[in-house]
T-cell receptor, first 110, second 114 residues
Framework: SQKIEQNSEALNIQEGKTATLTCNYT??????LQWYRQDPGRGPVFLLL?????KEKRKERLKVTFDTTLKQSLFHITASQPADSATYLC?????????FGKGNQVVVIP | DSGVTQTPKHLITATGQRVTLRCSPR?????VYWYQQSLDQGLQFLIQ???????AKGNILERFSAQQFPDLHSELNLSSLELGDSALYFC?????????????FGQGTRLTVV
C-alpha cells in the first residue's frame, strides 16, 4: 500500500540552529512533492513544491531536497526562530489525490 | 487568508444527527478537496471534485456524501453521526486537477459529536 512517513517524535531545536525533517514514501512515483506548515487548529499552508528533476529547492530560510532513488525528501529550516514552531507536512499526488504524511512537529526553543 | 472559506467554524451536535459543512473555494479554483483530521490522525483524504464532477474518493464512509455546485462551492454532508466523527474537517481548493498544483486550505470546521 502507499505510505508517506514522517517522524512522529517532535523535534526540539535551539533557536538559530537548523531543523531537518525527513519524509519517506513507498509505492509512489511522484513527479512532485510538496511541503506544508500547519499551526494548531488551523489549515495547512503551502510552503514549497519540488519537482522530480530538481534535487534542491530553496525559499528564504527553507530548503527542500528530493531523492527519487531513496524515495525521500528532506526539509531544512535554517537559522530557526520560535515563530517556526509548527507541524510540517509533506504531501504527494497519487491515485488522483493529494495525500499527506502525519506531519512532524518542530519546537524552536528561544 | 487563503481565500478558502469554510462555514461553520464550530459545530456541536448529538449522535445520530446530520450536518452540512460548506466550502467556498478561492476565486477561479475549480478543484475542491475534503479532508478529515482527528486528534491522533493525519489529514485523511475524503473526496475531490473538479468543476462539478467527482474526481477521486478516499476512505469516505457511506454515511458521508459531498457535492460541488455550479458556482463551485461544495458541501460535505455527514449523517447518522457517531462520537468518532468528531474531528476537524478541512476543505482545500486548487486551480487545476494536476499533481504539480498547490492546495489552499480553509480554516476548517471543528465538529464535536456528543
Amino acid at each position: 500500500s502507499q505510505k508517506i512517513e514522517q517522524n512522529s517524535e517532535a523535534l526540539n531545536i535551539q533557536e538559530g540552529k537548523t531543523a531537518t525533517l525527513t519524509c519517506n514514501y513507498t509505492n509512489y512515483s511522484p513527479a512532485y512533492l510538496q511541503w506544508y506548515r500547519q499551526d494548531p487548529g488551523r489549515g495547512p499552508v503551502f510552503l514549497l513544491l519540488i519537482r522530480e528533476n530538481e534535487k534542491e529547492k530553496r525559499k528564504e530560510r527553507l530548503k527542500v531536497t528530493f531523492d527519487t532513488t531513496l524515495k525521500q525528501s528532506l526539509f531544512h529550516i535554517t537559522a530557526s526562530q520560535p515563530a517556526d514552531s509548527a507541524t510540517y507536512l509533506c504531501a504527494l499526488h497519487g491515485n488522483n489525490r493529494l495525500a499527506f504524511g502525519k506531519g512532524n512537529q518542530v519546537v524552536v526553543i528561544p | 487568508d487563503s481565500g478558502v472559506t469554510q462555514t461553520p467554524k464550530h459545530l456541536i451536535t448529538a449522535t445520530g444527527q446530520r450536518v452540512t459543512l460548506r466550502c467556498s473555494p478561492r476565486s477561479g479554483d475549480l478543484s475542491v478537496y475534503w479532508y478529515q483530521q482527528s486528534l491522533d490522525q493525519g489529514l485523511q483524504f475524503l473526496i475531490q471534485y473538479y468543476n462539478g464532477e467527482e474526481r477521486a474518493k478516499g476512505n469516505i464512509l457511506e454515511r458521508f456524501s459531498a457535492q460541488q455546485f455550479p458556482d463551485l462551492h461544495s458541501e460535505l454532508n455527514l449523517s447518522s453521526l457517531e462520537l468518532g466523527d468528531s474531528a476537524l474537517y478541512f476543505c482545500a481548493s486548487s486551480v487545476e486537477d494536476s499533481p504539480g498544483t498547490e492546495a489552499f486550505f480553509g480554516q476548517g470546521t471543528r465538529l464535536t459529536v456528543v
